[in-house]
């Protein structure tokens, strides 16, 4: 990336902040549903799911909770775009002398620090809710690293639901399955309590694999091969909707 893309991006990145901190109610409404969840789940059904373990419900539920948080987040990055892609900004931006893809990264950068202040508002709530890890300082940054890697993915998707949608509506809508994914996953019960179909599925879908390399992670205890397919899947996900995303807008831009 050239020091022109660069320049342009954290001009315009500043600009979508800025937007952010303006209306910070955006960040709090995306952690009032994951904290709904934690409550919900720890206060009310948390009681009458058997783990087979000694550990406590707000830690095995957490990491699932943290990937909701994101998939609500992201889904203010496809309405932030939509937005502009309706009210010509991108094309006044196309009459000045800024790189292209900035304008995309801005959106992708900013969808990524108000995710991380929602993922830490969340995880706040979690330490006073009893959760508790003994992770080293590398293992957080592993997690967070993973988290990362899973919100530019899903923000990427974000972009393409931005660009292609015809309605503001439209433009969100894409965040409810990928809301709902993780509750047909290990985030909440073992997947050994559901049906074999069901179980199938939730084993061999990505948020299984993140979700525990997650909880491993903050468990203190060892991976093992679920990070290799947790990051195999972000990867893979972060490249295709990437390409795809590049691919709508340069259409677009024409």
Do not use: C
């Not at 009893?130 to 988290?147: E, H, K, P």
């Not at 393409?160 to 709902?180: E, H, N, Q, R, W």
């Amino acid at each position: 990336m050239s020091a022109h893309v660069v320049g342009d991006t954290a001009v315009l990145t500043s600009r979508s902040l800025r937007h952010i901190l303006r209306s910070p109610d955006t960040i709090i409404t995306t952690a009032v549903t994951p904290i709904a969840l934690m409550l919900l789940f720890t206060y009310v059904f948390g009681g009458a799911i058997n783990l087979g373990s000694q550990e406590s419900y707000i830690d095995y539920m957490l990491p699932g909770i943290l990937l909701i948080t994101i998939a609500s987040g992201v889904a203010y990055t496809a309405y932030r775009l939509f937005l502009d892609m309706q009210g010509g900004i991108f094309e006044r931006f196309q009459s000045m002398p800024i790189a292209r893809s900035s304008v995309l990264w801005a959106h992708v950068l900013t969808s990524l620090v108000a995710n991380l202040i929602s993922i830490g508002v969340v995880i706040g709530v979690g330490l006073i809710m009893g959760f508790r890890t003994g992770a080293s300082v590398w293992v957080w940054l592993a997690a967070i690293g993973i988290l990362v890697l899973f919100t530019l993915a899903l923000t990427w998707i974000a972009v393409i639901a931005g660009l292609s949608a015809k309605t503001v509506d439209g433009a969100s809508a894409f965040s409810y399955p990928l809301i709902f994914l993780p509750f047909i996953s290990s985030a909440f019960v073992p997947t050994e309590s559901m049906p074999a179909p069901v179980a199938w599925f939730a084993e061999n879908q990505p948020v299984t694999s993140i979700v525990d390399t997650l909880r491993a992670l903050f468990a203190g205890e060892p991976v093992g091969a679920d990070i290799w397919v947790a990051l195999a899947w972000l990867v893979a996900i972060l490249i295709v909707a990437y390409g795809f995303a590049v691919a709508i807008y340069r259409r677009r831009m024409r």
